[in-house]
Every structure is written in structure tokens, then in C-alpha cells.
T-cell receptor, first 112, second 119 residues
Framework: SQELEQSPQSLIVQEGKNLTINCTSS?????LYWYKQKYGEGLIFLMM?????EEKSHEKITAKLDEKKQQSSLHITASQPSHAGIYLC????????????FGKGTRLSVIA | DTAVSQTPKYLVTQMGNDKSIKCEQN?????MYWYKQDSKKFLKIMFS???????INETVPNRFSPKSPDKAHLNLHINSLELGDSAVYFC??????????????????FGAGSRLTVL
């Protein structure tokens, strides 16, 4: 079973609208990372959250990690075509020496 | 100047062939990774090297053999290619090996990916 679930799988929004993408873990999150992937390109690091209740923003993108550290949300305000792409959450699910586990991603399309 | 560069970007080959994908990073990072992204966009770790030493080896067929001649390079060789090997392979690097906890060691810098198609 998938350790990290992202929802929705895909999203089409009109330019200027707000949207939220969720990432839910079946285990405690020791670190949560948001990445963005454009078609044909690698993943670009957006933000990292570590503490329960933490919230970070970068331009019009805000990410939060809930208090229980098993869910994160990514919120985009006033979406633009440049926000289009695939958003992936990656997580540290273990306090030991383990690599990031990724969700399946959310494909975002922004239409004019 | 590309931080993590992979070659080739596209690779189309026949079943049964052997192929290699090369990766180089100029960030001075100690740790490098190979991830596989399948047709459903599921990104999964394959291998990780720290300073030329293998530290993570997930359940990957023996046909896949990584090689790290130095800490700036991590190549992936695949023998006897199968249809199911078709995917995008991503190389990545991080300053330090993953330690979990709250160190943020898993901030990865990714290459652009190498799309492998096996016919």
C-alpha cells in the first residue's frame, strides 16, 4: 500500500483561483518536502516542513504540516499558468537512515 | 551551469540490450541517488551512494548495477533490458546522507531525468 497519499490526483483551475493539494501519511512524518515537476524536467525543491503546526510560504505558495505530523497541505493563492506542473510530496518516514518516500503527485493545470 | 546533469535525456532500445545512464553533480554534495518514475508517475528510490559507498539498495533486480567512480558521479548500468524497465530515471544529490529526524538532509537536487523506452 502507498505510504503517502496525495489528493487530488489532478486538478484543473482557472487562472486567479485558489487551490489546495493534500498529502497524507500512514506514519508519523519526520520531515515533509514539497517538490514541483514540470513536464520533461526534474523535480524542483519548494519547501521543507519539520515541526508540527509549521507553515512556510514562498511567493504565492504556502505549505503547512498539521500538529499530529501526518498530513501536509499545499495552498496556492491566485494561481497563474506558471504554477502548472506536478506537485509531489516527499517524506522522511523514519528517524533512521532512509531516503525520501514520495507520493504519486498531483497534476495541476491552470487555464486562462 | 547545470547542478545535476544526466545523459542521455532519451534512450530507446530493444529488449535484451544493455545500456547505461550517466549522472554528474557539481554541487560538492556527498550523497547521490537513483530514483525511478514509472508510467503512473510513482517515484521510487533505487540506490544511494555516500562518498562512493553504497548506502541504500532497495529491492531492485540484479540487472541494475550502479557505479560511483567518485562522489560527483553516479552511473546506472542496466543489463538485459525488459519492457518493464521503461520509465524515467532521475539522478539526485544531497549534501549529506539521509539521517531522518529533523536534519533536513533529504533536500534533494534532481537532474532532468532520462526517459528509457524499451521496445
Amino acid at each position: 500500500s502507498q505510504e503517502l497519499e496525495q489528493s487530488p490526483q489532478s486538478l484543473i483551475v482557472q487562472e486567479g483561483k485558489n487551490l489546495t493539494i493534500n498529502c497524507t501519511s500512514s506514519k508519523t512524518l519526520y520531515g515533509l518536502y514539497w517538490y514541483k515537476q514540470k513536464y520533461g524536467e526534474g523535480l524542483i525543491f519548494l519547501m521543507m516542513l519539520q515541526k508540527g503546526g509549521e507553515e512556510k510560504s514562498h511567493e504565492k505558495i504556502t505549505a503547512k504540516l498539521d500538529e499530529k505530523k501526518q498530513q501536509s497541505s499545499l495552498h496556492i493563492t491566485a494561481s497563474q499558468p506558471s504554477h502548472a506542473g506536478i506537485y509531489l510530496c516527499g517524506a522522511d518516514l523514519n528517524s533512521g537512515n532512509t531516503p525520501l518516500v514520495f507520493g504519486k503527485g498531483t497534476r495541476l493545470s491552470v487555464i486562462a | 551551469d547545470t547542478a545535476v546533469s544526466q545523459t542521455p535525456k532519451y534512450l530507446v532500445t530493444q529488449m535484451g540490450n544493455d545500456k547505461s545512464i550517466k549522472c554528474e553533480q557539481n554541487l560538492g554534495h556527498d550523497t547521490m541517488y537513483w530514483y525511478k518514475q514509472d508510467s503512473k508517475k510513482f517515484l521510487k528510490i533505487m540506490f544511494s551512494y555516500n562518498n562512493k559507498e553504497l548506502i541504500i539498495n532497495e529491492t531492485v533486480p540484479n540487472r541494475f548495477s550502479p557505479k560511483s567512480p567518485d562522489k560527483a558521479h553516479l552511473n546506472l548500468h542496466i543489463n538485459s533490458l525488459e519492457l518493464g524497465d521503461s520509465a524515467v530515471y532521475f539522478c539526485a544529490s544531497s549534501q549529506d546522507p539521509p539521517t531522518g529526524g529533523f536534519t533536513g538532509a533529504n533536500v534533494l537536487t534532481f537532474g532532468a531525468g532520462s526517459r528509457l523506452t524499451v521496445l
